[in-house]
């Protein structure tokens, strides 16, 4: 069995299986040899947005952090992209501070956000 793709029956709901199949255009994930064996071990991040409508303040993005162990997950609202590095650097200082640990490794979908040379030298320095 390939991971991502769907066990259909013959026939789903008046679609053929190769029909259904057909549909789909995203590859399964690679499966990832990291695991978070405790909190800050692994923190996945993504940017959403830019959004229909700007809240009443101007905010069109967030970007949500969250901890594989504890599935605890940190929200932060964004006017712009170019602001994941500086929430980033808050969520991590808060983080550290709260729980006492260092936040290890990272998990993120490669945008352009998330790899700025300001934001890479970050993880260098912080050992991410």
């Not at 199949?21 to 940017?47: A, H, R, Y």
């Not at 700007?54 to 993005?61: E, R, T």
């Not at 501070?97 to 040379?117: A, I, P």
Request: aromatic fraction near 12%; proline fraction near 2%.
């Amino acid at each position: 069995m390939v991971i991502g793709i769907p066990q259909l029956k013959e026939e789903q709901e008046g679609i053929c299986k190769g029909c259904a199949l057909g549909k789909n255009v995203k590859k399964p994930f690679t499966n990832s040899d990291t695991i978070s064996k405790e909190i800050l071990d692994l923190i996945s991040f993504d940017v959403c947005g830019s959004m229909l409508e700007n809240s009443l303040s101007g905010h069109q993005y967030y970007v949500t952090f969250i901890d594989y162990y504890s599935k605890k997950t940190w929200i932060y609202i964004l006017k712009f992209k170019d602001e994941v590095f500086e929430k980033f650097q808050d969520f991590k200082a808060e983080v550290e501070n709260m729980m006492e640990k260092k936040v290890k490794t990272r998990r993120l979908d490669n945008g352009g956000e998330y790899t700025s040379k300001e934001l890479v030298a970050f993880y260098k320095e912080a050992g991410i």
